[in-house]
């Protein structure tokens, strides 16, 4: 055994090892080095014989273990610790930074939502200053700035801009009468249908009042502006249908153009109202083009306008009277009266350069009034003369119905002169009879009570109805001119004045003609039994004075036309 174990060892082992033979647990050989083995650091061998089990011990010495010893194993082991440390400070960082991140994204979200309801609410803002609240169209501030910069464009392309200003005829008096609710579901009406006519090209706008703008872009001729203003007249064809009720309106618009009409947009807006009150002068529904010479006559109106009120103060205007024939008795049985006003600088002036005035600025109420009392302070003067038989008709506006104490002024002018009220008679144009038909009655069944006669003026122009004759107190129907003044030369005038007077006859309704120029005229209406003609045949609207002069001769009229 010791053989074998000595030749087992080597100088090596001998030296830095302590070996030993275990058998059955026990030690059964033992070679020591030569120091103390560290049994820490043993390690054992298994050897296998056919006889027996031997366990074989190998124990270092501390000196080997320290020659041995190495420091890559600390090294190792803190790297490996120091790497976990930073993988996990690492993995703790990318949670803190996603959590951060996270908290960022949270934070950018409802700061965009916050600046999308700023922006929203600024583009919200720049649409109410922008937008009419009422119709949702463009308004005049905004139209003006995109005028403004269509103009710029239009400059340097060489291309023409056409403005339109759009009036609603009647707004007004609807407005008044049907009470301002009415007035503005109208006005969202009529906004919806223009908007239809709205593009790329054509910009609508709501102005204020009644009143809507157009500005077309890129016109290349002016019947591309004409095709606009049938379009939009064309919207206005079709009745609207308000509070239940088929309302039928219709407008009137002035029209000026870039560049003949004005090179800057304050001029082009202006020309364009000022054609717009050129339109309306000379009739409802229609349109005019500003051209020049409107201008002048548009400082004119303006300064018109300013003398009214002075005109009323030092009692300019004068009243003309124009005689009505009775065509059964050839003699002059009741005249018109019609105002005139004695300017002090430009004359006497027609109605028509002053009335359209008087009723854009409500001044009409008041002239109303003084031409009611000048015609009973007339007729007091006639009571006692050969005038006093004459019944006289004043013309009532729109805005004088309306009033809710027309009946009591009228009754009281009356009465302070001493005057019938069968000697009075109030004419309305068939226009403003039918505007509000349940409120007229009423005012017009109060003067019928009083005793005033009532007559039509105008009928047969475009708002004839039949309805109202049969159930409102009418006293006279008078043909428009428009039927007179060719009445002997085409048939279907002749026809239409006929129809008229038969039914008015069967309606127990007198009938007069208006703008008698002729003795042919005289005659068809003499043969035809109308009952009253008017005109310049008989007489043109002449002075009180003059009238007295003409009547006293007691001339007969019989000369002015031969026996039917």
Known sequence: MEGLIEALQTPRIKTN?????????????????????????????????????????????????????????????????????????????????????????????????????????????????????????????????????????????????????????????????????????????????????????????????????????????????????GQIKQAFSEPFDVQGQPHNITATMGVSVYPQSGLDADILLRNADIALHR??????????????????????????????????????????????????????????????????????????????????????????????????????????????????AVNLSGRELEDDHLVDHIQHALASHGVSAGQLEVELTEEIFIDNLERNLSQLTRLNKLGVHLSIDDFGVGYSSLGYLRDFPVDLLKIDRSFITRVTERHDDAVITRAVINLAHNLGIQVAAEGVETEAQLNFLRSHRCDLAQGYLISRPIPADELMVLLKRNISFESVTSTP
């Open 17 to 229: 090892f302590t070996l030993e033979i275990i058998e059955n647990n026990k030690a059964a050989y033992r070679i020591d080095s030569n120091e103390p083995p560290n049994r820490a650091f043993s390690q054992n061998a298994k050897v296998d014989l056919p006889s027996t089990d031997w366990l074989l011990q190998l124990s270092p010495t501390p000196s080997w273990i320290e020659r041995h010893r190495s420091d890559w194993p600390w090294v190792t082991f803190s790297t490996l610790l120091l790497v976990g440390m930073l993988v996990s400070m690492s993995t703790l960082l990318v949670q803190l930074i996603l959590k951060r991140n996270r908290a960022l994204l949270r934070t950018r979200n409802e700061l965009q939502q916050e600046i999308d309801q700023r922006e929203m609410a600024q583009q919200n803002l720049a649409r109410l200053e922008s937008t009419d609240a009422l119709t949702g169209l463009a308004n005049r501030r905004f139209f003006m700035e995109d005028l403004v910069h269509t103009l710029t464009m239009a400059d340097r392309q060489l291309r023409q801009v056409g403005l339109v200003m759009i009036d609603l005829d009647r707004f007004q008096t609807l407005n008044d009468s049907l009470g301002h609710q009415f007035g503005d579901e109208l006005l969202i009406k009529v906004a919806e249908r223009l908007n239809s006519l709205s593009d790329e090209r054509i910009l609508v706008a709501y102005s204020g009042g009644d009143e809507f703008m157009f500005c077309q872009q890129q016109v290349e001729e002016i019947d591309d502006v004409i095709n606009l203003l």
């Open 279 to 392: 339109a309306k002068e000379s009739g409802r529904n229609t349109y005019q083009f500003y051209t020049e010479g409107m201008q002048d006559r548009e400082v004119m109106r303006l300064e018109l306008d300013k003398d009214l009120n002075q005109a009323l103060v030092d009692n300019q205007f004068v009243l003309y009277f124009q005689p009505q024939l009775d065509l059964a008795t050839m003699q002059v049985g009741s005249v018109e009266a019609l105002i005139r006003w004695q300017h002090p600088v430009r004359g006497l002036l027609p109605p028509v350069d002053f009335i359209p005035l008087a009723e854009e600025s409500g001044r009409i109420t008041d002239i109303g009034r003084w031409v009611l009392q000048a015609t009973c302070r007339q007729l007091a003067e006639w009571a006692d003369g050969p005038l006093a038989h004459l019944r006289v």
